[in-house]
């Protein structure tokens, strides 16, 4: 009987096993923390702005509410449209810096060795809270549409945003978090491990040439964004230009980096490109000076050392990690079709439409492939060159045969600077060197000779006498 109870015990307790426990206290408070903690600062954060933008315009606070919601909408990308206008183009910065909080509080939570079953739970909490404030959200916009113009948005698409946005920086964080242990339990293949550095290096270059673009081209307009600042009238209206200048900077880098590869940024009926350009109506946003006013220029073609330069620098990545040429040309295509499908991504994230104004875009489709391509035609390129100045041989130097010197040179040369000694010459100094470095004989013992008789020469009789204390010597 006792041993059926505790078979019975022992199932029950592997049953509670798989099925698992719930977290506990602290584990709570840590997944709150992961679900409402970032979305809990970008609500207090769009409050604060919008109640100050209220106040500073002398307006009633009737639409505080809808203008929050409408800020959590934008601040995620979500198309929203106000008083019949659609607005598509949201600021990329905001986004940028909520993924950044996010994937940094997810990779607070998780370590490498945290259960499967926490990370999941860690996971599903970063998308839970989000979408939980996007359902309030989205209630709250239906009430105010009659205060504000606010229509609410799409369901859909404002929770398919959410959810991608804060799903791709909390997996970002997560990968951080247990990379080791992803590639240790994992098993993850060599080359994949190999190629994140790479990557990483090429986007950094990318983006690095396009702030560089954008740079240029604003010094070179400096007075059309000066004047555009102060169209603002007031300090509370230039600060809010100069304020959404900065928030729009990553949209306008895109476009930059979109035109350095060969592709097209267009503005309603603006468009620029490396080879032609087309005028149009512009908002009043002082970042918006980068735009060329002539046509396109000869030295423009310049800017193609952006995406070229990246491709050189990832073909001799890629080469230094592998010899041979077949890897490292793989591993070259494969980072810049990486390279190029996030190119596309940030792409279209980065346009949409922006009212009576038309659709600001980039040529997806050109913008990732032109991408992908210089990056794979240079980084070819620069690895097979690679390889090859590492694969060839190294020029061969004949030693020159050592000359046989006589030991009595090998000590004049020894000891040139001493002079002899005793008034003896330097050949016998030598000789008596060269006689040092013989190994020396061992000594021989004395052979006693008979004793002779002075008179006669003859051998005399002699008594053979022990010493003293050898008595088994012979007598006579």
Request: glycine share 10%; with cysteine.
């Amino acid at each position: 009987m006792s041993d059926l109870l505790s078979r019975d015990t022992r199932r029950a307790a592997a049953r509670t096993a798989r099925v698992g426990t719930g977290p506990t206290p602290d584990q709570s408070r840590m997944l709150a923390a992961v679900a409402f903690k970032t979305s809990g600062l970008v609500v207090v954060i769009a409050t604060t702005l919008v109640l100050v933008t209220l106040v500073s315009v002398n307006s009633d606070l009737t639409g505080t509410l809808g203008a929050i919601a409408g800020t959590w909408f934008a601040v995620h990308l979500v198309p929203l449209t106000i008083g019949g206008t659609s607005l598509g183009v949201a600021p990329l910065l905001p986004t940028l810096i909520i993924g950044w909080s996010v994937a940094r509080t997810v990779h607070r939570a998780v370590d490498p060795d945290t259960e499967r079953r926490m990370v999941r739970w860690v996971f599903a909490a970063s998308l839970a809270g989000p979408l939980a404030v996007t359902a309030i959200a989205l209630a709250v916009a239906g009430d105010a549409s009659t205060v504000i113009g606010l229509s609410s948005p799409n369901a859909l698409a404002a929770f398919s945003w959410v959810a991608g946005v804060h799903a791709a920086a909390s997996g970002t964080g997560l990968i951080l978090a247990r990379w080791d242990s992803l590639v240790l339990r994992r098993g993850v293949p060599e080359w994949v491990r190999a190629l994140v550095a790479p990557l990483v290096r090429a986007l950094s270059i990318l983006v690095a040439g396009g702030a560089a673009v954008v740079l240029l081209a604003l010094l070179a307009s400096w007075e059309t964004a000066g004047a555009l600042v102060e169209s603002g009238r007031d300090f509370v209206g230039m600060l809010g230009l100069t304020a959404l200048s900065v928030l729009y900077l990553p949209n306008v880098l895109i476009g930059a980096l979109a035109v350095a590869t060969g592709s097209t940024a267009g503005f309603g009926d603006a468009s620029v490109s490396l080879f032609a350009t087309t005028g149009g109506p512009l908002p009043p946003l002082p970042i918006l000076a980068v735009l060329p006013e002539g046509p396109a220029q000869t030295i423009w073609v310049v800017m193609l050392a952006v995406p070229i330069g990246a491709g050189l620098l990832l073909g001799r990545d890629c080469a230094i990690r592998s010899a041979d040429i077949q890897v490292a040309v793989s591993s070259v295509w494969v980072v810049a079709a990486a390279a190029g499908v996030l190119a596309a991504l940030f792409g279209y994230a980065a346009g949409g439409s922006l009212g009576t104004f038309g659709t600001v875009e980039v040529t997806v489709w050109s913008f990732g492939l032109l991408t992908f391509a210089w990056l794979a035609v240079a980084g070819t390129i620069s690895a097979a060159i690679v390889v090859w100045r590492r694969a060839e041989p190294e020029p061969e130097h004949d030693e020159p045969a050592s000359a046989v010197v006589p030991a009595a040179e090998v000590a004049i040369e020894a000891a040139p600077a001493s002079e002899p000694k005793d008034g003896l010459d330097v050949e016998e100094v030598v000789e008596a060197e060269v006689v040092d470095e013989l190994p020396a004989e061992p000594a021989q013992e004395p052979v006693a000779e008979p004793a002779v008789d002075a008179d006669t020469d003859e051998p005399l009789d002699a008594e053979i006498v022990a010493p003293p204390g050898d008595t088994d010597g012979p007598a006579r």
